[in-house]
Each structure stands twice: as structure tokens, then as C-alpha cells.
């Protein structure tokens, strides 16, 4: 038996299965290379869904995270500490926004928006108790909760998962008429991902998310945008809404706002949406604590500079135009994407993407497939052009697609 072997026969044996994990099993990480037990190198083209934008061991947030370690790591919001208030602050300045309510992952901070819409719906907008509704789009991905797989439709993630939540209405993305349609007086918020990262990296058409910008405005409805994997440089842009000059009610933040370091989430938004809590309401016990804080601090401070952003933009370009001459030669029906994000959709004649994703594997790129045949490229943004060209060398070799 090799160490891999050994490896993942271990895990099999004491962890749910509630995984598929590529057969390798990785020792260390730097950049946008990862190590496996055996020392076989691999180009991370997935980047931990994008919780890993500043890449592997990445130096400033190592730094931040150490020196937080020695001073102090958790009080509890039952007291105030010294990096909170710093946090909070330039979150809010980073979204344009007001107030900053801090949790750990994801689907925690997609729960706060569910909780904090609600409230405001009764307490600000008026809507009768117990009829708020939420709109949402097919094929969303928010997390894995009993609320949010309540309104998922993908039958993996809630089927035998119910009695589910009610308060969610489901239109197809991209329809702005039936958007439309589904705003009422009860309605609170829609919530929406400004491009579907599971649902295999979908941008909705143009005027998509100005048309939900101004529907919802004129309707009195929240705009919730869950930035979670769109936000934070991955696109070329600091939020993906920004594509669109559409600023949103709420952001929901998660993944890279951690640095791929610690779990990191928030719910930002304005005085009069946030403000709706009182104390005792809502809260977490790791949700902004001191090494969080100081970590995420560091990933703001990253993102101030704009160069992330930027290299996502140049590289993105890049990317797109070499996945862009794949299109029609056979191996590769469609991509979308925007920035350093590409959803792949290989044609079946090549074998489905998780035969894909392990032949690159075999060649030393790790990527994810979802949804069958769609690949999903989201390297870290501090890949090199020279690294991403030898990736992409890689997927024209195993698609048989050798310029
Ligand atoms: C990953 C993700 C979530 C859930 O985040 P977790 O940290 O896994 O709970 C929610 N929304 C979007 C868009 C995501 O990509």
C-alpha cells in the first residue's frame, strides 16, 4: 500500500461519507501548489471554492494570524477586544456599507441574511407576523442548512433532509419577468448569487442583476447578494455585483474574507436593515473573534490595494481567451465565467468531469467537477501567467486538444 493509499483508506474508514475527494492527500501547501504525502506537486486550480484567493501560506496573513495566536484568540462577544471595532469598520468601508454582523461560515452568515430580512420585514416594512417570503433562484447554492436546503433544487442536497422551512419562493435565474411576478407585499428580500458558483460558474444575462436592483427598490424589497465565492477579487472586481454597477441591500461574505486561514463570514449591510437586532437576538461564539478578526483585517488591507483584483481581471482575460478557443473543436461544449473563475462544460465524448478532474490529477492540476460535465477553474489569484498556461497545457493534453 502506498502512503496515499494508506491515507485515504484511513479517512474512508472513520469519516462520513458525505465527500468524494480526488484520490490524493495532501501534506503542504504554497502559493498555488499543493504537496502530496508522497511529494508529488499539484497546481490548485479550485482554490478551496475561492476561500483561498490570496493562495496557500500566503506570507501577510500567516504573519496576522501568529501574531494574533500570542496576544489573544477568543473573548466571546460577551466582551469587547481589541480588533473588533477595526474589523467592523473597514469591512463596512470596503462594502460602502454601515454595519457589520460577523459569523463563521457561510451558511451561518446566509442564516443571519434569512434572519435579518425576516426581521425587518415585520419591524420596518410592515409585513403581517409569519408571512415574510424570501425569493430565490433555481439552482442556487447558499449552504447546507435545514432552512437553506429548504429552498435548494438540487435533490442531492435536500432529499430526506425535510420537514423543510417555508417562506421561499423559487424563480429561475436569469428570468427577470418572473422575478418580477413573485414580488408581493409579503415579499422581504431576494436573495441571489450574482453568478452561480456550484450551479457550474453561471452568469446571468445581461441587465440581470440592474433589473433585480431596481424591481426590488421600487418594491421595498431587501436585495440580498450572497458574495460568499463571487466576492473579494474573484471576478477582477472586488463584488461580482460591481459588473453591473448594481450595489446590493446586504452582502453575505464568507470564504476568502477568512484567507483560507480560518472561517471567516459577515452579514453587511445599511443602519436600517442590521440595526433591526437588539441584543440577545442573534449571535456565535466564534463570530468575530479576535484571530478571525485579525486575519480577515489583513485580507481587507490585501484588497484595499485593488491588485488582486486586478491580477483576476488581467488573468481572467487570459484565461477566457484560451478556454474561449476550446469552444466548438469537440472537447468543450461551453464556458462561462468571469475573471479567474470558468465553468467548463466538457463534452461527453471526453468523459464525464470527474474523469476529466482525475486525469488532471494524474497530471498534477487538481480541479472539482460539478453537476456531471462541468469543470470549474478558480486558481488562487496570486497564480503565476506561467502556471496558469502550464494548467491549461494540462486540460488540452487530457481533452485531446493540443494546439
Ligand atoms: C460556499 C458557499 C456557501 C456556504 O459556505 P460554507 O462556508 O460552506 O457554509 C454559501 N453561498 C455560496 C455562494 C457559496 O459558494
Same mark, same amino acid.
Request: charge should be negative; aromatic fraction near 6%; glycine fraction near 12%.
Given at each position: 500500500?502506498?502512503?496515499?493509499?494508506?491515507?485515504?483508506?484511513?479517512?474512508?474508514?472513520?469519516?462520513?461519507?458525505?465527500?468524494?475527494?480526488?484520490?490524493?492527500?495532501?501534506?503542504?501547501?504554497?502559493?498555488?501548489?499543493?504537496?502530496?504525502?508522497?511529494?508529488?506537486?499539484?497546481?490548485?486550480?479550485?482554490?478551496? +471554492?475561492?476561500?483561498?484567493?490570496?493562495?496557500?501560506?500566503?506570507?501577510?496573513?500567516?504573519?496576522?494570524?501568529?501574531?494574533?495566536?500570542?496576544?489573544?484568540?477568543?473573548? #466571546?462577544?460577551?466582551?469587547?477586544?481589541?480588533?473588533?471595532?477595526?474589523?467592523?469598520?473597514?469591512?463596512?468601508?470596503?462594502?460602502?456599507?454601515?454595519?457589520?454582523?460577523?459569523?463563521?461560515?457561510?451558511? $451561518?452568515?446566509?442564516?443571519?441574511?434569512?434572519?435579518?430580512?425576516?426581521?425587518?420585514?415585520?419591524?420596518?416594512?410592515?409585513?403581517?407576523?409569519?408571512?415574510?417570503?424570501?425569493?430565490?433562484?433555481?439552482?442556487?447554492?447558499?449552504?447546507?442548512?435545514?432552512?437553506?436546503?429548504?429552498?435548494?433544487?438540487?435533490?442531492?442536497? %435536500?432529499?430526506?433532509?425535510?420537514? +423543510?422551512?417555508?417562506?421561499?419562493?423559487?424563480?429561475?435565474?436569469?428570468?427577470?419577468?418572473?422575478?418580477?411576478?413573485?414580488?408581493?407585499?409579503?415579499?422581504?428580500?431576494?436573495?441571489?448569487?450574482?453568478?452561480?458558483? $456550484?450551479?457550474?460558474?453561471?452568469?446571468?444575462?445581461?441587465?440581470?442583476?440592474?433589473?433585480?436592483?431596481?424591481?426590488?427598490?421600487?418594491?421595498?424589497?431587501?436585495?440580498?447578494?450572497?458574495?460568499?465565492?463571487?466576492?473579494?477579487?474573484?471576478?477582477?472586481?472586488?463584488?461580482?455585483?460591481?459588473?453591473?454597477?448594481?450595489?446590493?441591500?446586504? +452582502?453575505?461574505?464568507?470564504?476568502?474574507?477568512?484567507?483560507? /486561514? /480560518?472561517?471567516?463570514?459577515?452579514?453587511? #449591510?445599511?443602519?436600517?436593515?442590521?440595526?433591526?437586532?437588539?441584543?440577545?437576538?442573534?449571535?456565535?461564539?466564534?463570530?468575530?473573534?479576535?484571530?478571525?478578526?485579525?486575519?480577515?483585517? $489583513?485580507?481587507?488591507?490585501?484588497? %484595499?490595494?485593488?491588485?488582486?483584483?486586478?491580477?483576476?481581471?488581467?488573468?481572467?482575460?487570459?484565461?477566457?481567451?484560451?478556454?474561449?478557443?476550446?469552444?466548438?473543436?469537440?472537447?468543450?461544449?461551453?464556458?462561462?465565467?468571469?475573471?479567474?473563475?470558468?465553468?467548463?462544460?466538457?463534452?461527453? #465524448?471526453?468523459?464525464?468531469?470527474?474523469?476529466? #478532474?482525475?486525469?488532471?490529477? $494524474?497530471?498534477?492540476?487538481?480541479?472539482?467537477?460539478?453537476?456531471?460535465?462541468?469543470?470549474?477553474?478558480?486558481?488562487?489569484?496570486?497564480?503565476?501567467?506561467?502556471?496558469?498556461?502550464?494548467?491549461?497545457?494540462?486540460?488540452?493534453?487530457?481533452?485531446?486538444?493540443?494546439?
Amino acid at each position: 500500500m502506498t502512503s496515499t493509499e494508506r491515507g485515504i483508506a484511513a479517512a474512508e474508514a472513520h469519516s462520513a461519507h458525505n465527500y468524494h475527494p480526488l484520490p490524493v492527500v495532501v501534506a503542504t501547501a504554497e502559493g498555488a501548489w499543493m504537496t502530496d504525502v508522497e511529494g508529488r506537486r499539484y497546481l490548485d486550480m479550485l482554490a478551496g +471554492y475561492s476561500a483561498l484567493n490570496f493562495g496557500h501560506g500566503n506570507r501577510r496573513l500567516l504573519d496576522a494570524a501568529r501574531a494574533q495566536l500570542e496576544r489573544v484568540t477568543l473573548t #466571546s462577544r460577551a466582551f469587547h477586544h481589541d480588533r473588533f471595532a477595526d474589523f467592523c469598520t473597514q469591512l463596512a468601508e470596503l462594502c460602502g456599507m454601515e454595519l457589520v454582523l460577523p459569523m463563521n461560515t457561510g451558511a $451561518e452568515a446566509v442564516e443571519t441574511a434569512v434572519k435579518t430580512a425576516r426581521k425587518w420585514g415585520y419591524q420596518v416594512k410592515g409585513v403581517p407576523d409569519g408571512r415574510a417570503k424570501i425569493v430565490v433562484a433555481d439552482h442556487n447554492f447558499h449552504g447546507r442548512t435545514t432552512t437553506i436546503v429548504s429552498f435548494s433544487t438540487d435533490p442531492e442536497a %435536500r432529499a430526506d433532509f425535510g420537514p +423543510y422551512t417555508p417562506g421561499f419562493e423559487i424563480v429561475p435565474y436569469g428570468d427577470l419577468a418572473a422575478m418580477e411576478s413573485a414580488l408581493d407585499d409579503t415579499t422581504v428580500a431576494v436573495l441571489l448569487e450574482p453568478i452561480q458558483g $456550484e450551479a457550474g460558474v453561471l452568469v446571468p444575462p445581461p441587465g440581470y442583476l440592474a433589473g433585480v436592483r431596481e424591481l426590488t427598490r421600487s418594491r421595498n424589497v431587501l436585495f440580498i447578494a450572497d458574495e460568499i465565492q463571487s466576492g473579494l477579487g474573484r471576478t477582477g472586481r472586488t463584488f461580482a455585483c460591481e459588473h453591473e454597477g448594481v450595489v446590493p441591500d446586504m +452582502y453575505v461574505l464568507g470564504k476568502a474574507l477568512g484567507g483560507g /486561514v /480560518v472561517p471567516v463570514s459577515a452579514v453587511v #449591510s445599511s443602519r436600517e436593515v442590521l440595526g433591526v437586532f437588539a441584543p440577545g437576538e442573534h449571535g456565535s461564539t466564534f463570530g468575530g473573534n479576535p484571530l478571525a478578526c485579525a486575519v480577515a483585517l $489583513e485580507v481587507l488591507a490585501m484588497l %484595499r490595494t485593488g491588485e488582486f483584483q486586478q491580477q483576476a481581471m488581467e488573468l481572467g482575460e487570459h484565461l477566457h481567451s484560451e478556454l474561449g478557443l476550446l469552444v466548438g473543436g469537440g472537447a468543450v461544449d461551453a464556458v462561462r465565467g468571469r475573471g479567474l473563475w470558468a465553468g467548463v462544460d466538457i463534452n461527453p #465524448s471526453r468523459g464525464t468531469g470527474r474523469e476529466i #478532474s482525475e486525469q488532471l490529477m $494524474e497530471r498534477g492540476v487538481l480541479v472539482k467537477d460539478t453537476h456531471g460535465a462541468t469543470i470549474r477553474l478558480a486558481p488562487p489569484l496570486v497564480i503565476s501567467k506561467e502556471d496558469l498556461d502550464w494548467g491549461l497545457d494540462q486540460l488540452r493534453g487530457v481533452l485531446g486538444a493540443e494546439g
